[in-house]
C-alpha cells in the first residue's frame, strides 16, 4: 500500500533555516501537502504542490519536490518559536484519501 | 462560517462503554474522514464517507461504526470502548476531488478519548 515516511523529530535555532523531509511510495501521487499541527489543534494545510512542478515558494516556505526519488522538503526561513509544531507530510491522487506521514515534530530553540 | 466542529472535545470512559462522536461542517463538503492520532504513527485513517448516505472502511476501521445522515454531519460510534481506543479523534472534510485541484482537508479540532 501507500506509505509516507518523515523523521520524527528536528531541533534548530530561532532564525536558522529548518528543513523537514519526507519520502512516498506512490508515484502516482498528483498533490502533495504540508499541514502543521499546533499543540491540542487541529491540523492546517500550509502549502501543497502539484507533482509537475519542481519547487513552490510561498513567503518563508519553500517546497521542493523530486520526483524521481519521491522526496518531498519543506523548508522554513526564519524559523521563529511560533513554528514549532507537528509538520505533516501527506499525498493525494485525486482519490477519496489522503496518505499521511507520521509527522515531523520542529523544536525552535531560543 | 465555523468550519468543522467537533463535540465533545474530551471524553473518558470505562472499558466497555459506548458514546458517539459528532462531526459537523458548514462548507457543504461532499467527503468527510474520521482518523485517529497516536504518537509517532501519524493520522490513520478509520471511516470516510463520499456523501450523504456512503460510509466505507478505512485502515482501521474495527470497533468503529459510522454514520452520514445528513450531509453536514458525520457520526463516529464505539460500541464497546477499549483501552486501545485511547487516542485523539479527528474529523475532516474536503470537497469533491478535481474541483480545483489541491484539494485541502479541512479539520476539526480533535476529541480526546480515554478508555479506562
Known amino acids: 500500500g501507500e506509505d509516507v515516511e518523515q523523521s520524527l523529530f528536528l531541533s534548530v535555532r530561532e532564525g536558522d533555516s529548518s528543513v523537514i523531509n519526507c519520502t512516498y511510495t506512490?508515484?502516482?501521487?498528483?498533490?502533495l501537502y504540508w499541514y502543521k499541527q499546533e499543540p491540542g489543534a487541529g491540523l492546517q494545510l500550509l502549502t501543497y504542490?502539484?507533482?509537475?512542478?519542481d519547487m513552490k515558494q510561498d513567503q518563508r516556505l519553500t517546497v521542493l519536490l523530486n520526483k524521481k526519488d519521491k522526496h518531498l522538503s519543506l523548508r522554513i526561513a526564519d524559523t521563529q518559536t511560533g513554528d514549532s509544531a507537528i509538520y505533516f507530510c501527506?499525498?493525494?491522487?485525486?482519490?477519496?484519501?489522503?496518505?499521511f506521514g507520521p509527522g515531523t515534530r520542529l523544536s525552535v530553540l531560543p | 462560517n465555523a468550519g468543522v466542529t467537533q463535540t465533545p472535545k474530551f471524553r473518558v470512559l470505562k472499558t466497555g462503554q459506548s458514546m458517539t462522536l459528532l462531526c459537523a461542517q458548514d462548507m457543504n463538503h461532499e467527503y468527510m474522514y474520521w482518523y485517529r492520532q497516536d504518537p509517532g504513527m501519524g493520522l490513520r485513517l478509520i471511516h470516510y464517507?463520499?456523501?450523504?448516505?456512503?460510509?466505507a472502511k478505512g485502515e482501521v476501521p474495527d470497533g468503529y461504526n459510522v454514520s452520514r445522515l445528513k450531509k453536514q454531519n458525520f457520526l463516529l460510534g464505539l460500541e464497546s470502548a477499549a483501552p486501545s481506543q485511547t487516542s485523539v479523534y479527528f474529523c475532516a472534510s474536503t470537497s469533491r476531488f478535481g474541483a480545483g485541484g489541491g484539494d485541502e482537508q479541512f479539520f476539526g479540532p480533535g476529541t480526546r478519548l480515554t478508555v479506562l
Open positions: 504542490i502539484f507533482s509537475n512542478m
Open positions: 464517507s463520499v456523501g450523504e448516505g456512503t460510509t
Open positions: 501527506a499525498e493525494n491522487n485525486y482519490g477519496q484519501n489522503f496518505v
Open positions: 506512490d508515484s502516482s501521487s498528483t498533490y
